[in-house]
């Protein structure tokens, strides 16, 4: 990955942050971009201190104007751009029929509308240059009915199956598109989901009353486990692997 140009999404924490870091410890370099710029800045600012390529970007991944130029700064600033990881995520918990409006459409803004614009702008300069590999980072709840999480568990379907639509159009040119789907794993994301701090034993012992069977190998996911199967799927170790749904979640989802 050495000299590579990535652009990673939702970089201001989490799964992204520490796909941002990942990337650049192996030689790539990363535009990091997230709509928080004091996080996202703070966080590439420790990482460039660390001797690392990393440059931040600030911009919403649900305004097509906000996508369009960032995508077109990195390319310009940095590089034509190799790697593209979809990490930017929210979540709004509520039961189906009493979610509200606003946080139904926030949350499929970001999490499926926002992997379709900076798709669409990153693959379609990838195309002229024949080369490149994408990966969404999605969630075991897209496979899995969540109670509490209709909006989620059908945002990231949608950028799951859009994925796989465009790796299939995007073959052609060389293009691989791919998804990482995490079950759950120790970030503020999570947390955010506990009433107390018992949250962690219940999450991994699992919680009948909600149909779930709790992690099967014990412990939580950490942003790096994560991190370890995008790199993989963006490397040239899985350089025949496309359309595919890589779930990394202990087992959780029972092989669903």
């Known amino acids: 990955m050495e000299g590579k140009v990535a652009l990673v999404t939702g970089a201001a924490g989490g799964i992204g942050a520490a796909t941002v870091r990942a990337l650049a410890e192996r030689g790539a370099r990363v535009a990091a971009v997230d709509r928080e710029a004091a996080g996202n ?3 590439a ?10 440059t931040p970007f600030t911009g919403d991944v649900g305004r ?3 996508v369009e130029a960032v995508v077109r700064s990195v390319e310009e600033g940095i590089g034509p751009i190799d ?8 979540l709004h918990v509520g039961a189906a029929d009493a979610l509200s409006e606003q946080d139904w459409t926030a949350t499929l803004t970001t999490n499926a509308t926002g992997v379709f614009l ?8 990838m195309k002229t240059r024949g080369r490149g590999a994408v990966v969404t980072v999605a969630s075991n709840a897209a496979a899995v009915p969540r109670q509490g999480m209709a ?3 059908a945002s990231k379907a ?23 789907a995490p079950g759950s794993t120790d970030t503020p994301m999570l947390r955010g989901m506990w009433a107390d701090d018992t949250g962690a034993r219940s999450t991994i012992e699992g919680r009948p009353e909600e149909f779930r069977v709790g992690i099967p190998l014990g412990r939580l996911a950490g942003p790096a486990d994560i991190a370890d199967a995008v790199l993989f799927l963006l490397s040239e170790r899985a350089g025949h692997i496309t359309m ?8 959780a989802a029972l092989g669903a």
């Open 41 to 43: 800045g703070a966080r």
């Open 45 to 54: 600012a420790k990482c460039v201190a660390d001797g690392l390529d990393v």
């Open 64 to 66: 097509s104007a906000d």
């Open 83 to 90: 790697f593209l990881v979809n990490a930017a995520g929210v």
């Open 118 to 125: 900076v798709s669409r702008a990153v693959v379609s300069r």
């Open 151 to 153: 909006a989620y568990a």
């Open 158 to 180: 949608a950028a799951t199956m859009f994925t796989k639509c465009l790796g299939l159009e995007a073959a052609r040119y060389g293009i691989r598109c791919n998804v990482v």
């Open 244 to 251: 595919h749904e890589l779930t990394v979640d202990g087992g």
